[in-house]
């Protein structure tokens, strides 16, 4: 196991947000390697920063043949914040009839914070070196 830190949903992006989604979808950890997750139906892949930087492993914040499907499972919207000048804030979203949405630079990002929020609340735990 690695060690867990908490952090809150809205400052989650890359490879911590990525992981925060895998929790918040049922993925479990693997116990021989902490950076691998396992999906309810026992795929196992990975959530690493070289991953979400490289472009492999687990990623729905910035793979949208990853995030895409999640927002139509969730019934999920999304809005552009043209008015809103930090980019920051462009995107709101969230999963549908949850009252959970939240804010991103993009919007698969908005997306899974929203997601994450809404199954595992304001806070949640993290490898910390995906904090790096």
């Not at 952090?7 to 929790?23: Q, T, Y």
């Not at 979808?25 to 999906?39: A, M």
């Not at 949208?64 to 809103?84: C, R, T, V």
């Amino acid at each position: 196991m690695t060690d867990l830190i908490e952090v809150r949903v809205s400052n989650l992006i890359g490879a911590p947000l990525d992981w925060a989604v895998a929790m918040a979808e049922g993925y479990k950890q693997d116990t021989e390697n902490h950076l691998t997750i396992i999906s309810p139906r026992g795929v196992f892949t990975s959530v690493s920063t070289r991953g979400a930087s490289e472009g492999f492993g687990f990623r729905p914040s910035t793979n949208w043949d990853q995030g895409g499907p999640l927002i139509d499972k969730h019934n999920g919207g999304l809005h552009y914040e043209a008015h809103l000048a930090d980019a920051n804030f462009r995107y709101s979203s969230g999963p549908g009839r949850t009252g959970f949405w939240c804010y991103g630079p993009t919007a698969l990002i908005a997306f899974c914070r929203g997601l994450v929020k809404a199954k595992l609340g304001d806070t949640v735990q993290v490898p910390k070196e995906l904090m790096l």
